[in-house]
């Protein structure tokens, strides 16, 4: 049982690249979630879904661009990558019949991102 | 906005109790806890739902005072392995969509 899984777990790309990061559930969860871990500021939510073809922008969301066209994949893309998206990436899927209490969102273990 | 945590950082001795606060500004459908040790991914503790609490462990527990929108969870003889940065999340338009602090690192010494 291979839950959640994000690749690549380290990046380091450069300015101005574009970088695609992946998320995969095996959970059939409907809620997926991408957030960025930066010192000071927590886990802030860039965008996150409801099904398949439904996503919407949580806090940080500019910069950033996301699909979810399988209920399993939930892929981040940075179109064109910045030093200050430089950051520990974490997807996480949850649904409202998960775990023994509803609304637990499952973590990936994370991307480090380093854009240079 | 994100809600706020206090305080930022705490050491305890094994065996201590321990208090982190979180208030927001806005009206909260749900506060959820995570817990997330160091190289690691955070990991669900527990959620308190408007209207009723939820408790996920069992010597970690937690309140929710919908009027003055705070949460506390309370650590009791605290053990090493509750070491970790602690985040609470809230919700205010649905329990999906969480907004978290930016945590509280607690540290637990023999």
């Known amino acids: 049982d291979a839950g959640i899984t994000q690749s690549p777990r380290y990046k380091i790309t450069e300015t101005g690249r574009q970088v695609t990061l992946m998320c995969h559930q095996t959970w059939s969860h409907s809620y997926m979630f991408w957030y960025r871990q930066d010192l000071g500021h927590g886990l802030r939510l860039i965008y996150y879904?409801?099904?398949?073809?439904?996503?919407d922008k949580g806090e940080v969301p500019d910069g950033y661009v996301v699909s979810r066209s399988k209920t399993e994949n939930f892929p981040l893309t940075l179109e064109s990558a910045t030093r200050s998206q430089t950051s520990v990436y974490f997807c996480?899927?949850?649904?409202?019949?998960?775990?023994?209490?509803?609304?637990?969102?499952?973590f990936g273990p994370g991307t480090r991102l380093t854009v240079t | 906005q994100q809600p706020v945590q206090s305080p930022q950082a705490v050491i305890l001795r094994e065996g201590e109790d321990a208090v982190i606060n979180c208030s927001s500004s806005?009206?909260?459908?749900?506060v959820h806890w995570y817990r997330q040790k160091h190289g690691e991914a955070p990991v669900f503790l527990m959620i308190l739902l408007k209207g009723g609490e939820q408790k996920g462990h069992e010597k970690i527990s937690a309140s929710f005072n919908e009027k003055k929108q705070q949460s506390s969870l309370y650590l009791t003889a605290s053990q090493l392995s509750y070491s970790g940065t602690y985040f609470c999340g809230s919700s205010s338009g649905g329990y999906q969509k969480v907004t978290f602090g930016t945590g509280t690192k607690l540290q637990v010494i023999p």
């Open positions: 879904s409801a099904a398949a073809d439904i996503t």
């Open positions: 806005k009206a909260l459908y749900s």
């Open positions: 996480a899927s949850s649904d409202a019949a998960s775990g023994r209490y509803s609304y637990e969102q499952y």
